[in-house]
Structure formats: C-alpha cells, structure tokens
C-alpha cells in the first residue's frame, strides 16, 4: 500500500463532516433558487384586492349621473335614477321586453333610485353608452342593442338585460359589490 495521508480521524469523523457541510450547502442553495419561483405562483395584492368586496359611496353621485366602477375586473354601472325615470321603468308591460324582468326585480327593496348593473353589452361585450337611444338608457355603439333606464335590452342584438351584480346595501347611502344579502360572494 502507497504512503496516503489519512482521509479522517480514527472514527471517520472528518469525512462525515465534508459529506454534512457539503449537503447542507446544496440544500441552502437550492432552496435559495427555488424561493423566487415559489413565491412567484402566490397572488399579488392586485389580484387578491380584486375579488374583495367593493364599498361605493353613493353620496357624490347626482341624480341622473351614471359612475363607473370595476369588480374582479369587471366593469360596474352604477345609476342614480330620477323619480321620472323610475316611474317610466316601473310602468313598461313585460309583453314589450326582448328578456322580461320587472323593474323592482332588478333593484334592491326601498332603493328603487339605485341601478347596479354589468357595464358589458350582453351580444359580445362592448361597453354601452349611457344616457343614449330611443330609452334613455344605454346604447352599443358597435351593433346597435339599446336598453333602458333599468338596464333591459329594448332592441338590437342583445339577448339578455344587462346582468346584476351581486350587491348589498351597507346604509342609504353605501354599497358592497361582492356582497348579497350581508354575506359575501366568493
């Protein structure tokens, strides 16, 4: 046998403890590369914000003034409608609805002067404008569907009223997107 220096102690402890340092500096290592990636897959403040429930103070809204608000990423009609424009909503036959749906059923109980509707078209998405069209209510530009001051397709394309949001009233004067009834929507 050659004359080799010795590769540990007499119990093998310096070996061990190459093999230890060694691991556990690839495992500290490894760990510190996969960190970023991990926590790259976790949801930012944005997308977590994004499906809470949003309050909307509805006292700077004037009567006939219809705010925009986003949802999840949707876009939010809210409209504060005159006594006019609720007598008018509430006085149309169903039988002359393209989608009928009373106009007390697209309201919440006793805030028959607050409209919360999806701001998309129901043909294919395009974002209506409001106060336009034989109803004064919202037209699409892009193929022609009018609604009225309820949110109803009267004509056009349209298949459907612009849907509800789920939403609940917190006092006179403030909304919760995102919440029905006190209980919120996952």
Known sequence: MANTPPTSGPDGSRRDFLFLATGSGLAVGAGALAWPFVASMAPDAEVIAAGAPL???????QEGQIVNV????????????SE??????????????????ADSARVKEGHAKWLVVYGNCTHL????????????????????????TSGRVRRGPAPTNLPI??????????????????????
Do not use: N
């Not at 309050?55 to 809204?61: A, Q, R, S």
């Not at 974002?127 to 022609?144: A, R, T």
């Not at 949001?165 to 996952?186: C, H, N, Q, S």
């Open 70 to 81: 986003f949802w999840r990423g949707k876009l939010i009609f809210i409209r504060s409608r």
């Open 165 to 186: 949001p789920p939403y609940a009233f917190l006092t006179d004067t403030k909304i919760r997107i995102g919440e029905e009834g006190g209980k919120a929507v996952a």
């Open 55 to 61: 309050e909307v103070d509805l006292t700077p809204i």
């Open 84 to 101: 006019t424009e609720v007598k008018e909503a509430e006085a149309v036959k169903l039988s002359e609805l393209m989608d009928p749906q």
């Open 125 to 148: 998405g395009c974002v209506p404008i409001g106060h336009q069209g034989q109803y004064e209510g919202w037209s699409c530009p892009c193929h022609g569907s009018l609604y009225d």
